[in-house]
């Protein structure tokens, strides 16, 4: 894990996280919900006591082909505690060992996970608020504005590649969403940045939560700090990066 930064402002008593765990868990069915997104459906006998807020992960224990484990942080998509069952959804981005491990996980197969992690989640006490992210980001996203309240105000960018990777969104909330479609890789880009520069910036107290490839997050953060949000309105996190092996990014405001 790399860890850029000391200190994150401290948590609303409604964004602080549930004590992490260890979580063993099998594989009970896959699908594609297309060509570039899997989705893993797992279940475990304790499940029914897992509590955690839509947008935090799990730390899963992936196998890396050789016996040993890595560390690869995914997001819960879905849980159902009556039938004790998570959804976790994988980008298939390439020849990776959890890119590997979502397409060809057969029923029946286990992995450990820790958790629940992060501090992405919703601010409810902001007047509004502006999700970015890119399709690792799908997951979180997707699933923070299903449960957003109706008075809520939140406008949502994601970046994919094309239409392929678009999911239905749903959500209550007075939401302005828009997939942006790059039509090339994911990765270090002033794609979304460029966005977010023409994102005018609404009345009142909001927050921001930024994730996605790690320099692009910092840029986005970097162009809102300057416009005058303070650091306790933005939740920001690097999802991945060129190079980077498992892990997460906290952002500072200092670039490198
Ligand atoms: C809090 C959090 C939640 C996340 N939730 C999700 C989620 O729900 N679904 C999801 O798919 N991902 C999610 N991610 C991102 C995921 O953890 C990383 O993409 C991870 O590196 C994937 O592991 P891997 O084994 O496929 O590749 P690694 O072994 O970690 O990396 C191998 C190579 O692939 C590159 N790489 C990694 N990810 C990508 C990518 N997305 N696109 C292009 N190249 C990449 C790396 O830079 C490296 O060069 C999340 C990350 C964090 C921090």
Request: with cysteine; aromatic share 6%.
């Amino acid at each position: 894990m790399s860890t850029m930064n000391a200190a994150a402002p401290p948590p609303t008593p409604e964004m602080r996280r549930p004590p992490a765990r260890l979580w063993s868990l099998e594989v009970v069915a896959a699908q594609d919900l297309n060509p570039r997104m899997r989705r893993i459906t797992l279940t475990g006998s304790d499940l029914g006591e897992l509590t955690y807020k839509p947008g935090q992960d799990l730390v899963l224990q992936m196998p890396l082909g050789d016996g040993t484990y890595g560390r690869r942080h995914y997001t819960i998509r879905g849980l159902d505690t009556a039938a004790k069952r998570l959804d976790i959804d994988f980008v298939l981005h390439g020849d990776s060992p959890s890119g590997n491990w979502a397409r060809n996980v057969q029923a029946g197969m286990r992995i450990d996970a820790n958790g629940p992690r992060g501090r992405t989640v919703f601010n409810p006490r902001a007047d509004w608020h502006l999700f970015t992210g890119d399709e690792t980001c799908i997951p979180g996203i997707l699933g923070i504005l299903e449960t957003l309240p109706s008075h809520a105000h939140v406008w949502a960018l994601i970046e994919i590649a094309d239409g392929a990777d678009r999911q239905s969104v749903s959500c209550k909330a007075r939401l302005d969403f828009e997939w942006l479609e790059r039509h090339g890789p994911g990765g270090p880009s002033e794609f979304m940045l460029e966005r977010v520069k023409a994102f005018k910036l609404p009345p009142g107290q909001g927050h921001a939560y930024i994730i996605g490839e790690t320099s692009n997050v910092r840029a986005q953060r970097h162009d809102l700090l300057a416009r005058g949000l303070a650091k306790d309105q933005i939740s920001a996190e690097g999802y991945w990066r060129p190079g980077r092996i498992g892990g997460h990014d906290h952002i500072e405001e200092r670039p490198h």
